[in-house]
């Protein structure tokens, strides 16, 4: 995500997202994040949560019509308190499927899905 050149479209939305630390089993003191930026190959957390280059991050949430997506990556970029940057590491079919019919809708539908997504949870391992 560092790089001008991107493997996959990049989807700006607000998707808002709960932050856990799979250390300690709890909210990272409560904290909220904020994806900026989506894509098939990864995301943009806008957070004070602190993710350190390297951590492995799970990045789960359930699409409109009720399927359970998930995405499993690493931390490539830290940028402080304005957040971090996650690559993905593969794709599940149901991720796949998600981007697929993202892929294909407009801009506007595009920004209405993304934003319709109210449970998402990033894990950082």
Same mark, same amino acid.
């Given at each position: 995500m560092? +790089?001008?050149? #991107?493997?996959a479209?990049r ?6 997202? *709960?932050l856990h630390?799979?250390?300690?089993? /709890?909210?990272?003191d ?6 900026? +930026?989506l894509? #098939? ?5 806008a957070t004070?949560a602190?993710? *350190? ?6 990045? /789960?949430?359930?699409?409109?019509d009720?399927?359970?997506c998930?995405?499993?990556g ?9 957040g971090?940057?996650v690559?993905f ?5 149901e ?8 892929e294909r809708l407009?801009?506007?539908e ?16």
């Amino acid at each position: 995500m560092t +790089s001008n050149r #991107r493997r996959a479209p990049r989807h700006e939305t607000l998707l808002h997202v *709960a932050l856990h630390v799979a250390a300690k089993r /709890a909210p990272a003191d409560g904290v909220r994040g904020v994806v900026s +930026s989506l894509s #098939r190959s990864g995301l943009f957390c806008a957070t004070p949560a602190r993710a *350190a280059v390297g951590q492995t991050v799970r990045f /789960a949430f359930t699409s409109p019509d009720g399927v359970a997506c998930e995405a499993v990556g690493f931390v490539i970029e830290n940028r402080g308190e304005l957040g971090f940057a996650v690559e993905f590491q593969g794709e599940t079919r149901e991720m796949k499927a998600f981007f697929d019919r993202v892929e294909r809708l407009s801009a506007d539908e595009r920004w209405a899905l993304l934003q319709s997504i109210d449970d998402g949870v990033i894990e950082i391992v």
